[in-house]
């Protein structure tokens, strides 16, 4: 995967856990079969392995954006 990809991925799945708008989050046990508790370790553990800060900087590039 690219650095773009790899953090679209880590971004989608910290929103899909934490976000009351666009995710799961206060019902996040009643929707997955894991506890907070559980389920955090395992976001923090993708945090670690998929952050880089090329991919942070390159979610904000326009040109990513821009219409062809």
């Given amino acids: 995967m690219t650095?773009?990809?790899?953090a679209r991925v880590l971004f989608l799945s910290e929103l899909?856990?934490?976000s009351d708008l666009f995710g799961a989050g206060v019902e996040f046990?009643?929707?997955s079969p894991m506890r907070d508790a559980e389920a955090i370790?395992?976001?923090r553990s993708l945090q670690?392995?998929?952050?880089?800060?090329?991919?942070?900087?390159?979610?904000f590039e326009p040109e990513?954006?821009?219409p062809e």
Avoid at 48 to 59: E, N, S
């Fill in 48 to 59: 670690r392995k998929l952050f880089t800060r090329a991919g942070a900087r390159a979610l």
């Fill in 16 to 18: 899909a856990f934490g």
């Fill in 3 to 6: 650095e773009v990809e790899t």
């Fill in 41 to 43: 370790t395992i976001l």
């Fill in 29 to 31: 046990q009643l929707v």
């Fill in 64 to 66: 990513l954006y821009a």
